[in-house]
Structure formats: structure tokens, C-alpha cells
């Protein structure tokens, strides 16, 4: 492909060095605690509150199937967890998925990828979730349109200001949150199970054609990967964690299996206390739930809980995100600006503070969701391509190697892209005109890459 810098995939690249803080410029002062929450806060949005009902529907009101889908999700979610917690001891570097493309498969995709992740992923889920932010909020207080719009856009800026003043702080901030809103589902599901009527668990599965029960399962494969995605955004963060090769594939075990449990939980209590009709037909299960068990009042705590979880959600992606695009600056792949670090808050506030002012635009504009919805399947794509760079790793490894090796190779990195493979072919088959249009919008990043190749 023109374009493509092929000497990178004969380069062997340097030895990482958890210690090289005067070429990473950044400080490393995350730990394991902080990978773990880092991950399951960017995971945990409001998905968890609101698709168990779809997912439901689109296996005829099942449980058990249900239940195995969010399963298979997480197993999903967890075979490539561990390939990238091999990956992120190989290289802990700042913007981790970024840099495994550019190593293994040159500078042109890893350019797309970062393309894609500022212009529309990173920012566009930023976005959304600061919209999503203001119209929750809106069921305690009146806000007219602009208001609503301000809301957005101090949350996002709130946001940037933390992050700029230190990862440390960032982290900290990440931690409290992540842990109310565990705490608070997991408090919930309990609620709900020990409340709710545990008959209604055990519901007979609904007679179904075999065609439209696995599309319907492929359709709930979907949504509960939604809910699932974001785990990996912590491999952009590598660049700042103290021991990376120690606490990467251990916080990537644990945060997976403690996101798998809280999914688990929350759809076995949206289950007894409204049955599975009464969970499928609700938009909004989590608060549905909890006004008819307890009170139509405490539907007001699982909006607390969801503020919480959104601003969790957002702070999460500005934590680690930035990260891409100083990497990029540093290759001199994107505005030079962006590869400085703050010389006394220690963070690459240049890059934070874009990623701010982007995702604000495309708040105020409300251009996100359609390109969102567009590209994720492209993301998609990237992330099956960064695990692939395990291959490429493990033929170049020396005896001085990190000693971690994921568990089940290759198998385990090969179901991982060989699901990933299925779901953006499904897509690319099945909705055409919008896959075309996600490739566009990632190739509009072809003038950029000559540009700065160049430069």
C-alpha cells in the first residue's frame, strides 16, 4: 500500500525500559489499583443500565441465553485482555495500541488508528457521554437547550483541568469513582435479589426457529459487546505505570472478571424484580427495577449512580486517549505541539487539552453519534490488528524478553481476531453503504499522514 513505511516491519524495536522516564517525558506513578479501576471505570458507562432489556428482547425473553451471551461477551473481552496484557509488558509505552501497529505493521495504519481515535472514537465517546451527562441530570433539574449544552461542555472542560493538573490526581479522581459506581450495581443487584421474586429466574425458554434464535444472539453479541468495550484504552497508559511488565496482565484478569461479575449480578436482579418481560420492555431496566421493588423514589439513586458512572466513563478515555496522540507527536505524525509535556504537572497537557476542545465540538454540534456509529466497527478492526502484533512480537524476542506469555497461545489472540473478524465482516455484509462510510471517514486521514510524513 503506498504509503507504508515497510522498514519498520524488519526493525526490531528498542528494548522497553520501565525506567526511561527522560525519553518518555511522562511520570510513572500508576500502579496496579489504578489499571484495575482504569479499567473497569472506562468499561462501565450506561450500558449496564440500560442494555440488558435489549438484550433480552433480541433472544425472545431468555435468561439462561442471556446470560450466556453477557458470558461469551466477557469471555471475548478477556481472551484479548490477556493478549494485550502481553503486549503491554512487551511495550509500555505511552499509546500502546498505537505503538504495537506502528512496530509490527508500519506507520500508516498505526497513523489511522490514532486519525480515527482523535477525530472520532476518543472524542465522539467523550461527547456522547458529556450529552448523555447533561440529559440524565435533567431529570432533577429544568434545562433548556443551551443549558443543557453548557452542561455538557463544563463537564468535558472539568474533565480537561483534572487530567492537565496530574496524572496522580487523575488517577486518584478515577478510583473514587469507579468504586462508588461498582459498589452502588453491585449494592443494587443485591437489593434486587434479595427483594424480587427469584421464581421469575427460572423462565422457560420461548420456542424459536434455530435462524432467528442465533440471529437474535448475534444481534445481543453486539450490544453486549458495546457494553463491554473500552478495556483497552488502558494500554495507552503504559507510559506512566510503575512496574507495566508486572501489573498490565494482572490488572487486565482481574478487570475483566470483576466487569463479567457486575454484568452477571446486575442482570440476574433487573430479572427478579421485574421478570424477563417486564426487563425486556423497559428502556430504562436498572431504574424500572429498583421503583418496583423498593420505591418509585429510589429510581432517583440509579440516576445519582449513572451521573456518576457517565463522568467515570469520560474522565477514563481523557486519562488514557491523550496518550495516542503524544505518542504520534513524538514520530512526528501529528501536530508537534501535542508531544509536550508540562514541565510541572508532568502530563501531556497540549494533547489533553485537544482531545477537550474537539469533543466539545462535537458535543455542541451533536455531529458525533451518526460517525460514531459509522466507524466502531473500524476500531474494531484496529484493535484485531494490534492483537495480531503478538505474532510479530514473539518471532522477534530475544532471551532478555519479558518473561509473561499469555495464556493459551495462539489460540487465545486467534479466537479474539477471529471474533473480531466475524463482527466487522458481519457489518461490513450486512450494512454496506455504512461500512463504506466508516472506511471513508478513515481515509480522510491519508492527506494528513502525507502531510506530516513529510513534515
Keep these: 500500500m503506498p504509503g507504508f513505511d515497510l522498514s519498520v516491519i524488519s526493525r526490531p524495536p528498542a528494548a522497553p525500559s520501565g525506567s526511561s522516564l527522560a525519553d518518555q517525558g511522562l511520570r510513572r506513578v500508576l500502579g496496579l489499583r489504578d489499571l484495575v479501576l482504569l479499567i473497569v471505570g472506562t468499561v462501565i458507562g450506561s450500558g449496564i443500565f440500560l442494555v440488558p432489556g435489549v438484550v433480552l428482547k433480541d433472544v425472545g425473553n431468555s435468561l439462561p441465553i442471556a446470560l450466556s451471551v453477557w458470558l461469551l461477551g466477557g469471555v471475548l473481552s478477556l481472551l484479548g485482555a490477556l493478549t494485550y496484557g502481553e503486549l503491554s509488558a512487551t511495550r509500555p509505552e505511552a499509546g500502546g495500541l498505537y505503538v504495537y501497529i506502528r512496530d509490527c505493521f508500519g506507520r500508516f495504519p498505526a497513523f489511522l488508528f490514532g486519525w480515527v481515535l482523535f477525530f472520532v472514537v476518543s472524542t465522539g465517546s467523550i461527547a456522547t457521554l458529556a450529552v448523555a451527562f447533561s440529559n440524565y441530570l435533567g431529570e432533577f433539574v429544568v434545562l433548556g437547550v443551551w443549558t443543557a449544552k453548557l452542561v455538557s461542555l463544563s463537564m468535558i472542560a472539568i474533565i480537561a483541568v483534572v487530567n492537565v493538573l496530574g496524572t496522580r490526581r487523575s488517577a486518584n479522581l478515577q478510583n473514587v469513582t469507579t468504586a462508588i459506581k461498582v459498589a452502588a450495581i453491585v449494592g443494587f443487584a443485591g437489593l434486587l435479589l434479595w427483594s424480587g421474586n427469584h421464581m421469575q429466574l427460572h423462565t422457560a425458554i420461548a420456542p424459536m426457529s434455530l435462524s432467528s434464535r442465533l440471529s437474535g444472539i448475534g444481534l445481543a453479541l453486539v450490544s453486549v459487546l458495546w457494553a463491554y468495550e473500552g478495556w483497552q484504552y488502558a494500554t495507552f497508559a503504559a507510559g506512566e505505570t510503575a512496574n507495566p511488565r508486572r501489573d498490565f496482565p494482572l490488572?487486565?484478569?482481574?478487570?475483566?472478571?470483576?466487569?463479567?461479575?457486575?454484568?452477571?449480578?446486575?442482570?440476574?436482579?433487573?430479572?427478579?424484580?421485574?421478570?424477563?418481560?417486564?426487563?425486556?420492555?423497559?428502556?430504562?431496566?436498572?431504574?424500572?427495577?429498583?421503583?418496583?421493588?423498593?420505591?418509585?423514589?429510589?429510581?432517583?439513586?440509579?440516576?445519582?449512580?449513572?451521573?456518576?458512572?457517565?463522568?467515570?466513563?469520560?474522565?477514563?478515555?481523557?486519562?488514557?486517549?491523550?496518550?495516542?496522540?503524544?505518542?504520534?507527536?513524538?514520530?512526528?505524525?501529528?501536530?508537534?505541539?501535542?508531544?509536550?509535556?508540562?514541565?510541572?504537572?508532568?502530563?501531556?497537557?497540549?494533547?489533553?487539552?485537544?482531545?477537550?476542545?474537539?469533543?466539545?465540538?462535537?458535543?455542541?454540534?451533536?455531529?458525533?453519534?451518526?460517525?460514531?456509529?459509522?466507524?466502531?466497527?473500524?476500531?474494531?478492526?484496529?484493535?484485531?490488528?494490534?492483537?495480531?502484533?503478538?505474532?510479530?512480537?514473539?518471532?522477534?524476542?530475544?532471551?532478555?524478553?519479558?518473561?509473561?506469555?499469555?495464556?493459551?497461545?495462539?489460540?487465545?489472540?486467534?479466537?479474539?481476531?477471529?471474533a473480531v473478524a466475524a463482527f466487522v465482516l458481519n457489518t461490513i455484509f450486512s450494512q454496506p453503504t455504512r461500512a463504506a462510510i466508516g472506511i471513508a471517514v478513515v481515509l480522510t486521514g491519508l492527506p494528513g499522514y502525507l502531510i506530516w510524513r513529510r513534515g
Design 251 to 418: 490488572a487486565f484478569l482481574v478487570g475483566v472478571f470483576v466487569l463479567i461479575t457486575v454484568y452477571l449480578l446486575a442482570n440476574l436482579g433487573y430479572v427478579a424484580a421485574l421478570g424477563t418481560e417486564g426487563a425486556a420492555n423497559s428502556n430504562r431496566v436498572a431504574a424500572t427495577a429498583l421503583a418496583t421493588v423498593v420505591s418509585p423514589l429510589s429510581a432517583k439513586a440509579v440516576t445519582i449512580v449513572i451521573l456518576i458512572s457517565i463522568f467515570s466513563a469520560a474522565h477514563s478515555i481523557a486519562l488514557t486517549a491523550p496518550r495516542v496522540y503524544y505518542a504520534m507527536a513524538k514520530d512526528g505524525l501529528f501536530f508537534h505541539q501535542l508531544a509536550q509535556v508540562h514541565p510541572r504537572f508532568g502530563t501531556p497537557a497540549f494533547a489533553i487539552a485537544a482531545t477537550a476542545l474537539w469533543a466539545s465540538l462535537l458535543a455542541a454540534t451533536g455531529t458525533f453519534e451518526q460517525l460514531l456509529t459509522y466507524v466502531i466497527f473500524v476500531g474494531w478492526s484496529f484493535y484485531a490488528l494490534a492483537a495480531a502484533s503478538i505474532f510479530v512480537y514473539r518471532k522477534r524476542e530475544t532471551a532478555a524478553s519479558p518473561r509473561y506469555r499469555v495464556l493459551g497461545y495462539p489460540w487465545t489472540p486467534l479466537i479474539f481476531i477471529a
